[in-house]
């Protein structure tokens, strides 16, 4: 097994392995928190406008996501795992737009299979790729400057057999990366430090794995764990 890591918006091809798109703070911890409380499944969209449009064909749909780490304007909750956590997202599903993490996964078409994930479901997603056995992992530090998207990518490549950092690491990197800094000062009521220490935090073997496919439009679903149900 090759393990590549890359960062940023663009995913290499990796038409005969699995790309896992990485995005710790926060778009795939909130989409594992919402998995985790029941939700069906995740249309992940470019942009605000797609999202609108969207919800006119899925009108039972939950606008979630964020421009420049705030909620947007006429959404229903922000890209916070601590607000979907406090939301009943039973069999309902979600349309989310996010700056990096969903960005980079609508343009990682290119490869066998397509995963999301985030260092809460790090154990478990390498355990789904180690039963698979895959000619090449390449693994989407998404954040294009952050450190802890990269730190996840080096614990999950550890986690596959390569050179890796600890777990602990990871979450102290993940505490002090740049984007992190803004939800821990308080200046902003929609920006929690309950979102970091979700972000932070270790689910397991027994998380949830989350896969993505593109067609009739792109979605993410759980493809091995518990959930809530």
């Not at 999202?51 to 922000?78: K, M, N, S, W």
């Not at 990518?153 to 993940?174: F, H, K, N, P, V």
């Not at 970091?196 to 794995?209: H, K, N, T, Y």
């Amino acid at each position: 097994m090759e393990i590549k890591i890359a960062q940023g918006h663009n995913p290499p091809h990796n038409i005969h392995g699995i790309t896992v798109v990485i995005d710790v703070i926060r778009a795939f911890t909130t989409s594992h928190e919402a998995f985790l409380g029941g939700a069906s499944h995740i249309y992940p969209v470019a942009t605000a406008e797609d999202a609108f449009q969207l919800r006119e064909t899925y009108r039972d749909g939950l606008l979630v996501g964020e421009i420049q780490a705030l909620p947007i304007d006429g959404f229903d909750h922000g890209n916070s795992p601590w607000e979907i956590r406090h939301t009943d997202v039973r069999d309902r599903y979600l349309i989310m737009r996010t700056t990096n993490g969903v960005t980079a996964t609508l343009r990682a078409r290119d490869s066998q299979q397509v995963l999301v994930g985030a260092l809460v479901n790090a154990r478990a997603t390498a355990r789904y790729i180690r039963e698979r056995n895959p000619e090449t992992v390449v693994l989407v530090a998404s954040h294009p400057t952050g450190d802890e998207d990269v730190a996840c990518a080096e614990y999950l490549r550890g986690l596959l057999g390569g050179e890796g950092i600890s777990l602990d690491q990871a979450r102290e990197r993940t505490r002090n990366a740049f984007a992190a800094k803004k939800f821990l000062d308080g200046r902003h009521p929609r920006l929690r430090p309950q979102d970091i220490d979700m972000a932070a935090s270790d689910g397991g073997e027994d998380a949830l794995v989350m896969g993505v496919t593109f067609d009739p439009v792109p979605r993410i679903d759980v493809v091995r764990g518990q959930g809530a149900g």
